[in-house]
Every structure is written in C-alpha cells, then in structure tokens.
C-alpha cells in the first residue's frame, strides 16, 4: 500500500500499524547476535530468557530514537517503499529507480505477471507446469470471456497490495456480477487486472532467493505454507506436509531445474540491476484437468523479506526432519497472556544441542495489549 501510494506521508491502519509493531520481533529470526532490531516496546522478559536459554541468541532490540547512538553498517527491512528509502537511504541499499513510476511498477504485480512469462519460455521438468499464462485484462467483457472458458472460476488480482490482499475470486456468474462495480473501480484505478484461472490447489509452496550486493542470485530453498481460501497467510511447515509425500517426485531435480529457470528469468528482466535483497517467489502445487498433481512454479513474486525466509531460518533451529509449524494468531485484548500459559503449560518444550526438539515456542511476545503474536510448535 506504500508502495502504490508512492508519497513521503502515508499512514497505514491503526490495525495495520498495530500488526507491524506486535511481528517485528520475527526479524530477530533473520539477523545475527551482533545485529540489531528496531521494536518500539520493551522486550520482555520471559522472551528474553526463552531464547537465551534454549541457547540461540538474537539480536539486541532497540528503539528507533536509539539509532543515532549505535553504530552500524547497513539496514535491511521487511521491504522497501519510498518511506523507507527517504529514511534509511543513506545507510541501506535501496532499489535505484529513474522515476516514481518506474519504482512503483516494479514493486507491482507486473513484475510477476512479466516474470512468468519469461519462465514460460524455459524448458520445465516434467513435473513443473504452468497451463495457463496470467493475463492483463481492462474490461468486463474480458473477464466474461475467461469465466466461460475456465471451469473452476477466474482469479483478479490488482497491480499493488500483497499477502492475499487484492484478490478476487470469481467462480460463478453470481459472484461475477455483485462484483462488477469492484472491477470498474479497480480498472480506473490500477489501469488494468492480472487474470488466470482459479487451478484446483492442493497445497501452498514458495521458493526462496537472494540477490547479493555483488549481483549473484542465489537459491536457498524450497518451503511449503497454507493460505486460506483468500489467499491470506496461515501457517508456515517446518515438514513437507502429508497431502504431498507420496507425490513428490524422488529426487530434487525438478526443485533445482526450477529455481534455475527462475534465476535465469530474473536475469532476463534484470532484476539484479534495480533490486538486491531477498525474494520470495509464491508457488503451488495443483491438480490437472487429468487429476495428476504438479508444482506450478510462479504464482507471485515477493520482493522482500517474507514468511517463507523466516520458515527457513527458523528450520535451523528445530532438530532436521521435525515435524511441525507455525503461525500467527489475532486476539482481543488480555487473551494473548491467557493463550501463551496455556500452550507452554500444554506443550512443554524439550530443546537439545540448541535446538527445539518437541513443544510450544514463542517468535514474538504475548503481551496483555497484544493483537498479533507468532508461535510455533514440534510434535
């Protein structure tokens, strides 16, 4: 939202203000102990002596008046957005735009939809399919057109927002039509919409990348997550889950042929010449019209820090092969406290050699006035 308001003086949500300040400790998951981590509250203390005596150590949190009174050699948030940039510019590594335009395009879905396009040129493992190209579309007779030809519906997407937001599912003429005045205002708004089909979903994947300040690509792994029927972030699996075990194909071939391809497709649209940084590149695995399941490599792509990369720090911290997840919850004021007794008491954790072998862990605190929270759990 930032991003696409592309001023100095935007203020996000009360609501979305709140989320941010109560997650930031999860970035703690993404430093070192000489690191440090911009969080307005105090930290308190049961966290502190969770993770110090489970033996990992993270990084210092300070607030941001604190800044001037520490030294330090680089910042890297979430993501980057013009706020950011005016901010911190001077001390990161921000992407270089020519105009404003050209900085908000390229932290828009446009990216994406070009990015797969560009993937759709490579030769793919065989368990890798993309069966239809998202499309941009910019009248309401386009999208009839596609809700006629696809059977399970017709997915919109807006150019700007993420983490589910900005989607619309349309599966049936009904829905079609109660969202016509959503899809004119949206037209006006953003130009045109990204159009594919609604696929048959059998689980949530992201494959995760980096771009170095030397400009090299690298890949640092495969993760598996659940988003609601939405499209909004549930819960991130330390495990491949269940409905995939049998499915996979025996070898990792087809997940290093991919993220080769995808590194290659980045190169072709020189992603490295305007951005460095992390990217999380959301994909899925599908059912085909012949009931056979394959990886869908591209369905959006995050550049910025994601759930996804935290998921693959926090796997270093679990015993390999553990089973298990987590995930953020919302509550009402006061239940938060209530919530993080009754896991701990519940599910006592068993850490050994510095890492969490079985139970309840807390990724953020738990506070009285907590709204949002992160916790995990090993089974």
């Known amino acids: 939202m930032a991003v696409e308001n592309g001023t100095y003086s935007f203020m996000p949500s009360k609501l979305l203000s709140k989320f941010e300040n109560d997650i930031s400790p999860l970035m703690a998951f993404l430093g070192e102990e000489s690191d440090y981590i911009l969080y307005e509250n105090a930290l308190p203390y049961y966290y502190k002596i969770f993770w110090q005596e489970a033996g990992i150590k993270l990084p210092s949190f300070i607030p941001r008046s604190q800044l001037n009174e520490i030294s330090f050699e680089n910042v890297i948030p979430w993501g980057w957005n013009q706020i950011i940039n005016a901010r911190y510019s001077s001390k990161g590594t921000p992407p270089v ?5 050209d900085y908000r395009l390229f932290f828009s879905r446009q990216t994406s939809l070009h990015l797969c ?9 065989p368990f890798v399919s993309i ?23 017709v997915l919109l997407k807006t150019l700007w927002s993420s983490s589910g937001r900005g989607l619309l599912f349309i599966r049936n003429s009904i829905q079609f039509e109660n969202a016509t005045n959503w899809i004119k205002a949206q037209i006006k708004r953003h130009g045109f919409l990204i159009a594919e089909p609604i696929y048959d979903k059998v689980q949530d994947a992201s494959l995760q990348f980096n771009i170095t300040n030397t400009s090299e690509y690298e890949f640092l792994g495969l993760n598996y997550f659940d988003a609601d029927q939405h499209g909004h972030f549930n819960k991130e699996y330390f495990h491949i ?11 990792e071939e087809w997940v290093n042929k991919t993220a ?8 072709s649209l020189d992603i490295h010449k305007k951005y460095m940084g992390p990217i999380g590149i959301d994909a899925m695995f599908i059912r ?3 009931s056979a399941v394959k990886f869908y490599p591209l369905v959006e792509a995050n550049l910025r820090c994601n759930m996804g990369l935290i998921n693959l720090k926090l796997k270093k911290k679990v015993v390999p092969q553990a089973s298990g ?4 919850n919302q509550f009402k004021n006061g239940e938060a406290p209530v919530f993080y007794q009754e896991y701990t008491n519940k599910y006592p954790v068993i850490i ?5 072998v079985k139970g309840f862990f807390p990724l953020t605190p738990f506070e009285s006035d907590t709204r949002f929270a992160a916790w995990g759990i090993v089974y």
């Not at 735009?97 to 335009?101: A, E, G, H, P, T």
Request: with cysteine.
């Open 260 to 267: 080769e391809s995808i590194i290659d497709s980045m190169k």
């Open 288 to 290: 085909n019209e012949e």
């Open 97 to 101: 735009f020519s105009s404003k335009d």
């Open 117 to 125: 396009h560009e993937l759709n040129k490579k030769c793919l493992h």
């Open 352 to 356: 050994e050699n510095r890492q969490i």
């Open 131 to 153: 069966p239809v190209l998202p499309q941009s579309v910019s009248s309401i007779s386009e999208i009839s057109m596609l809700l006629n030809k696809y059977a399970g519906g």
């Open 241 to 251: 889950p269940e409905n995939l075990v049998t499915t996979l194909p025996s070898d």
């Open 325 to 328: 997840t987590w995930q953020i």
